[in-house]
């Protein structure tokens, strides 16, 4: 089956000619592109006249030709023949990549500036190419070449169409890639702009995607929150005008996530309509959805055009971020796990994709800056003893760290903390059988260090402005490349010391002031963009020199959960909330479009750090258990009884990780609906094994059981339950549910399904 299909048509339509009183024949030639996925079809046409026209997207369909849907029964508005509604043209049909300035008024995806200070664009169709697989995204900088993230593909995984758009007044050319993934319902994009000219051009807005489609009467789904409380669905029905979730913080934000579903009304977990965009990106972004006069949706996605411009002079090009789409006709479940698998197969990279993650202890929660080489060895002993199988040294070993107020920037070992020094601890520890992590936050820098001291320019700044702390700390001009050099060599140092096989990269605090000391005045409004390109340039300059290494992001608990950091980390620390029932809405939120395979989980002490909320020890384990699980506590020091369960969990979690990162997964209750319980289920890719779990909330008085309908079994094969021992059908199991006898506040309890 052709994934792109590229059909020249030459069209006969009539017009009725308002003059004359009469229908008049005209002709039209266009090039239709049809991308066909198993269960998705996307068209798009190049008219005649140059525009590139979206025909449809949605569920798929096999007919060849849709592009009667660019007239549906409307006074055809086509420019060869209705130059004098060329207005009306412009603002009503469905383009591929609207342009600001000649006559769309809605939310335009491309607009310059060019050397008169004037902004309109005109893109019109040159050719276009197809090419097996997915070609690689970077973007070339003064000092390096930078490559982004993206999902990748084999040559026969995907193919792909590049659309070459012309700009004729400023010789700019605009690259349209669209991605279409052989066995998965997913279309990419990404758009890259060169300069063709001979003038320099400003880009004020570059977005990576933008699609026309008929659904107004849909809902909008985006993932907002806080700390401690990262991406809480919130959905509401799309109405006339802009809905947008967006940051302009630097990085992509606890407060919003890059992420927008558009879904039909009906649609819930099983049922239903859904497209899913995702930027894969960690910076400022927009995703926005707009109704438009015709009650059509236009929906955009990309770097937010806040203070954002890119100088692009003759002969260079600009790369804008992917965009990921996903379609489902079979509900927000179906979506989630066409993400997960995609992200899974298609994004996250290294060894650590497929292999089960160790087990570890993270000192954080149990010891905060109040550790020292003692202190470790004893958490690491009694970890070993319960068979945790890593130790991480969270913040506060470098520089003269002991609370947050200083060193950030200085990567050297605190000798006062760490009695003989780096590889003395981590010798111990692997001698315990533990490896050994070690935490980081690359990006920042104390007023109080060596490094400021040294270089107080190399810090984000605006000359003249006072600078804001933010948990008295700024953030390093990671435009500058000298700047990476030199945090680059002193964490190479620090991992040549001794045997480190994790890092937890983190970034506690957000741009303020955005200024480079470096950049000239017309590239300031780069920054923001450059930033985070420095930001990719050390994460593959670090995992291309160390293989091996488990890198796990994390920006003050959760504010960086995205697709462009799951391109260079395998996990990503979900929340700084480790409250095993706060977690239900935080794992099922970011579940929307992430796998649970990347999700940092870990059991912590009670009462929770964050609520001050007391839950059985079991429920914390069952509930970190889907996802990279490990320890955040001291362990030496909990009481006895959660001590003895650790064993028994961490065999838990073992019998049931390889389907948690490998299965399917399905959502089965709405914790952001109805608050009293939660479930869930992994089931295996070839249906013989699943496992389930529930946890109640609060317990309610005089119910019974609740009534569980599980999914994603084979409707025709039987199942035994590992509770109850009893054989169903899976369409029992599925149709009419399971009794979950839950008693007890946080209670919780896991049920292993097997085909007989
Ligand atoms: C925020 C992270 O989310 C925590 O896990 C911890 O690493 C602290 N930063 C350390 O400062």
Known sequence: METIRVQKLHKEYVKWNWQAGRNEPFTEDMTLFTLTTPGSTYALAALESGYLCHVYYGKRTDDEDLSYLLHLGENPYTPKVNSRDMGTFMDTTSFEYPVYGTGDYR???FMIRDSKGTAAVTLRYKSHRITDGKPVLSQELEDCTVRLPATFADKD????????????????????????????????????VTNKGTEPVDIERILSTSIDIECSEYDFITLNGSWARERFIERAPLHHGKQL?????????????????????????????????????????????????????????????????????????FTAPEAVMVYSSEGIGKMSRTFHDLYRQHLIRGEYRDKARPVLINNWEATYFDFDTDKLISIAKEAAKSGIE????????????????????????????????????????????????????????????DLYRAHPDWAIQIEGQPMSQ???????????????????????????????????????????????LKLPPERQQELW???????????????????????ENCSGGGARFDPGMLFFSPQIWTSDDTDAIERLKIQHGTSVCYPASAMGAHVSDCPNHVVG????????????????????????????????????????????????????????????????????????????QAVFTAVQVLGRPNYHSRLIKLDGLDPGRKYTSSLTGEIHTGAALMNCGIAVDLSGDFSSVVIEFNAV
């Open 390 to 449: 890593m130790l991480v040294m969270d913040d506060g070993w470098f520089g003269h760290r002991n609370t947050d107020n200083s060193s950030l920037g200085d990567w050297y070992v605190n000798e006062n903390k760490l009695k003989g020094g780096l590889g003395h601890l981590v010798d111990e520890v692997n001698k315990l059988g533990l490896k050994f992590g070690i935490w980081f936050e690359p990006e920042m820098i104390s007023p109080d260090s």
């Open 157 to 192: 995984e995907a193919k792909t169409l590049i659309i070459t758009m012309e700009e004729p007044r400023t010789g700019l050319e605009a690259e349209l890639y669209y991605t279409a993934f052989t066995g998965l319902d997913v279309i990419t994009r990404s758009v890259v």
């Open 245 to 317: 979730v967006d940051s302009a913080r630097g990085e992509s934000s606890h407060q919003s996530n890059p992420f927008m579903a558009l879904v039909s009304h009906n649609a819930d977990e099983r049922i239903g309509e859904a497209f899913g965009f995702n930027l894969v990106y960690s910076g400022n972004f927009i995703a926005q959805a707009e109704v438009t006069q015709h009650k059509r949706t236009r929906a955009v996605m990309g770097i937010n055009p806040l203070d954002f411009r890119w100088k692009l002079e003759s002969g260079k090009s």
């Open 470 to 516: 933010s948990r008295e700390q700024y953030v390093l001009d990671y435009s500058r490349k000298e700047v990476r050099d030199n945090i680059y060599s002193q964490i190479t140092a620090i991992l040549e010391s001794a045997n480190i096989e994790y890092i937890k990269w983190d970034m506690n605090r957000q741009i303020t002031e955005p200024g480079s």
């Open 613 to 688: 909320r007391s839950t059985p020890f079991a429920t914390r384990g069952n509930v970190a258990m889907v996802g990279t699980f490990g320890y955040e506590l001291d362990i030496t020091r909990i009481p006895e009884a959660d001590r003895a369960e650790i064993p028994a969990q961490i065999e838990q979690f073992k019998k049931y990780n390889p389907l948690v990162r490998k299965g399917d997964q399905y959502r089965l209750a709405d914790i952001f609906s109805d608050n009293t319980f939660d479930a869930w289920m992994f089931v295996s890719k070839d249906k013989s």
């Open 107 to 109: 939310e335009s995806a």
């Open 529 to 551: 963009h450059r930033f985070v390109l420095g930001v990719y340039d050390l994460q593959n300059r670090l995992i291309t020199d160390h293989p091996h290494l488990l890198l």
